[in-house]
């Protein structure tokens, strides 16, 4: 199935529309290309309309966002709705300010997104904002675990069911759930999170897979979250003993790009719950 | 000729200022340094006429506009021409959104360019947009090749005249175009188009060949041309099995730092029509 | 002394706030956690606050400044000084704009730095306009050699004396002084020059270091200094003849991964004068 997911993003070759932070917009559009989608990146208020229009889906990333960055997101968010494109939304550091928080609230009340991806704490933030599943939040720890999985799944599908999106939560073990399924994804490396925006790749990367299978969103969130693991392990296996995140880097976008819907298909470590 | 081109730019390392998108931003500084200039990047209305005061050149790329940096382009490419400072326009998805139309439009309007250099869609647009030659613009495919050389030369040629510009075309085949002759150049690889900017950098490179190269901004430009392609094949011949985009990127950038006056003489390939 | 300044930043990961430039953002914050420390990029008014209060240390660097973000650097800045936090200036370019100059003079009237880490000209153009040392600013040029080092050190005491602060002159030997003692460093490579940014990577370093040792900035500062350089001269060695300089900037983060505390008590090069 991830084979066929794959395959559909280098031969629909969608075109993404990313608002996204200047930290890691060079890679996300790299690994956007290495996927075999094309990226746009655009985020003035008069022109993500139009941006949005010749675009197959969009994602809408929150880091270094600002009182001009937050209204093209809701526009942009609000015309991808109104044309029926995939959104993904990455709240990068939900809970770290009230604006954050704030502005990926706004986000998801005024937005139907069809991802929704960041880490433990920034999906509980979201979920917490949201009214959910507040007793499960309270015991979850922040960190997913094969002993406190079960009840991370619960979770993501609870939220899943509550803002009826796909809920991807990223870390150690990867959990890719809607309210009925959750795919929990052991691709790989802690190396990874020595490198800035591999989250945030991972969201521009699940947006092109999305967009190019907008029948299977939960699959295809779960394909893109294997292919950027299945990535980092290619790519740690390729590092000499002088090498580190910089050219660990660039070495998960050339596996991407490297990466076919076969050796994404053989390479995937997941199991359903 | 190049040689002489390519050794002025080593030789006199001018310094220019670039407007440009938060996307591809270091790389045109890392490839304007490897060509042996130096980047400023700077895009604040009350600093642009300034940082421009202190350069040589100026490359306005108008990727990731806004109102505020719209203001400063205008500024900044007012300045230039007072200065009589070369100026490179990299319009960068007009005709994607009304925006980048409508700022490309005026930026030909306000500002006198020294070089205009984009795909020939974008190219098209602006064509379009002041009113010439629509006839050839109509019947223009909007891909270069053998078939349509021909026409495509005499369309650069058209623009170039109206606009009192070297008009620079960039794709499979570029032309590199004043009123009265035509470079078509065969340098370069399908695969540098997997890597997200190297037509931002080929900009920002051509603004430092024509500040160093004041006298003869068509064979500047068509040496930046040249360069940028020629570096793409160099690079190519180093990637292995393993590498992608990323890995393309940065030695792309390598092999202009690694380039010289003759190798770019030697590598050129180009006929003029 | 340097193994354990350096050991500290591995072992409590200071958080670090960076108000940046867009231009070298993504090696900033690599580099910061190449050495063990964990970036956050905020510039909008509404966040700095918080999320300056969740870090452990501050990085201004007033490259590509506009009106919004140096509204933002103040307000981050005076949040540090409330909670005593460490904060470092990169004074990019002051000098060169009236725009540079005035917001650099603003920021040291208004904001409490522990370090000022600048090329010779940036800091003399601090100084001139804090009314500082002026006879010796006249007399020093432009870059600090052999023969003006006793000069320059006592520039760089009397500027770091007048600031209350740490002041970091880098260059061809690099300048690292409190009012009583100044470290002159000879780690680095003459090539790390034609790579953009490696002065804000080691502004962004730097505020990781002081940030993990409070109690000695002046060591804490000189150690970044000499790890930047070290890193340099470790990556220059596995440079081959094709690697230019986007090689080069990605060898000197590695290095910087990979390097240790003792590793850079080995190899850095000062004397104290």
């Known amino acids: 199935m991830f084979k066929e997911i794959f395959d559909n993003v280098r031969e629909k070759c969608p075109l993404i529309h990313n608002i ?32 949005q229009t010749i675009c197959g889906g969009l994602n809408i ?75 499960v939040d309270a015991d979850l720890a922040d960190r997913v675990t094969k002993e406190n999985l079960d009840e991370a799944a619960a979770f993501a599908k609870a939220f899943a069911g509550k803002m009826n999106a796909v809920v991807a939560i990223t870390g150690a073990i990867d959990i890719v759930a809607d309210a009925e399924k959750a795919y929990c994804i052991y691709n790989g490396r802690p190396e990874m999170s020595s490198i800035t925006g591999t989250g945030c790749q991972l969201s521009a990367l699940t947006a092109a897979f999305v967009t190019a299978n907008q029948e299977q969103p939960l699959e295809a969130a779960a394909a893109a979250v294997c292919a950027m693991g299945l990535a980092g392990e290619t790519a740690y296996a390729r590092l000499s003993e002088l090498d580190g995140n910089a050219t660990y880097r660039n070495y998960i976008i050339d596996a991407i790009y490297r990466m076919n819907g076969e050796a994404l298909e053989a390479g995937a470590k997941f199991e359903v719950r």
Chains 1, 2, 3 share one sequence.
Do not use: W
Request: proline share 3%; charged share 20%.
């Open 61 to 135: 990333n929150i880091g270094t966002l600002n009182s001009r960055t937050i209204e093209s997101m809701l526009l942009a968010g609000k015309r991808a709705n109104e044309l029926g494109h995939p959104v993904v939304l990455d709240p990068v550091g939900a809970g770290a300010s009230k604006l954050r928080t704030e502005t990926a609230n706004q986000l998801l009340k005024e937005v139907r997104f069809t991802v929704i991806r960041g880490n433990i704490s920034e999906i509980k933030t979201l979920a917490l904002g949201n009214g959910t599943t507040k007793g």
């Open 20 to 51: 996204t932070n200047y930290v890691t917009v060079n890679d996300c559009a790299n690994v956007v290309l290495a996927c075999g989608a094309s990226p746009i990146m655009a985020d003035d208020k008069d022109e993500v309309s139009d941006i």
